[in-house]
């Protein structure tokens, strides 16, 4: 339970999903207590807070609980706008469906990375090598989609949005979880979108290798 006054975030930053979130909390200057809890590796510790064991869990200061990254993150768009804060999604019209597509490719990449993942630990005479080619190729037709968008800086209209939070944070859970995935030079527009992102004050207060 918080204290009444301060939000709580639930699981590791090597999750791309609680890191996305934890990233926009801090760009929003939203303080928060991490509880640094493995679904895997702590069980008997995350049973009492979340016996779905499903991360991120933000619990807000008055006891709510919320689930689901994309969820979370509607969440404090919402408490942002109410701040004068310029939400990283957009509340309405073309520039809103164009943020939520792209964060919608990279979300399709970072899951099909995290299926890789989980078929690779997997005892090894239960691996199916044609299910992990597949999740592959989705994974790297994303990553295309989204490359081909990223004609500047940003993929939205020359600001940062969570579009690039989300293609970041999956982008750097392949390359620190599974390197031997990243296609090291095919995407260098994305690339340099996460070499920037990696270095801004926001993502290295939440660091993957936790």
């Known amino acids: 339970m918080t204290d009444g006054t301060q939000y709580q975030l639930l699981g590791l930053y090597?999750?791309?999903f609680?890191?996305?979130v934890a990233v926009t909390m801090q760009i929003y200057g939203i303080?928060?207590?991490h509880v640094s809890l493995s679904v895997f590796?702590?069980?008997d510790a995350m049973r009492p807070l979340n016996p779905l064991f499903?991360?991120?869990m933000l619990t807000l200061p008055n006891g709510e609980k919320l689930y689901e990254s994309a969820y979370l993150l509607d969440y404090l768009d919402e408490l942002a706008g109410e701040r004068g804060i310029t939400p990283l999604t957009p509340g309405s019209g073309l520039e809103r469906r164009l943020v939520q597509q792209l964060m919608a490719l990279a979300m399709v990449a970072t899951e099909k990375a995290v299926a890789i993942e989980y078929e690779r630990?997997?005892?090894?005479e239960l691996q199916w090598p044609d299910w992990t080619s597949r999740l592959r190729g989705q994974m790297r037709q994303a990553l295309a989609m989204l490359?081909?968008?990223l004609a500047g800086d940003f993929l939205v209209g020359g600001r940062l949005t969570q579009a690039d939070i989300s293609s970041a944070v999956g982008i750097g859970f392949v390359r620190y979880v599974l390197p031997h995935e990243w296609p090291t030079s095919e995407y260098p527009a994305l690339e340099r979108l996460a070499d920037r992102l990696?270095?801004?004050e926001a993502f290295k207060a939440v660091p993957i290798e936790e």
């Open 198 to 200: 990696e270095a801004s």
């Open 147 to 149: 490359e081909g968008r």
């Open 41 to 43: 590796r702590h069980m």
């Open 31 to 33: 303080p928060y207590e």
């Open 121 to 124: 630990k997997r005892p090894g």
């Open 54 to 56: 499903k991360v991120p």
């Open 14 to 16: 090597d999750s791309p």
């Open 18 to 20: 609680v890191r996305r």
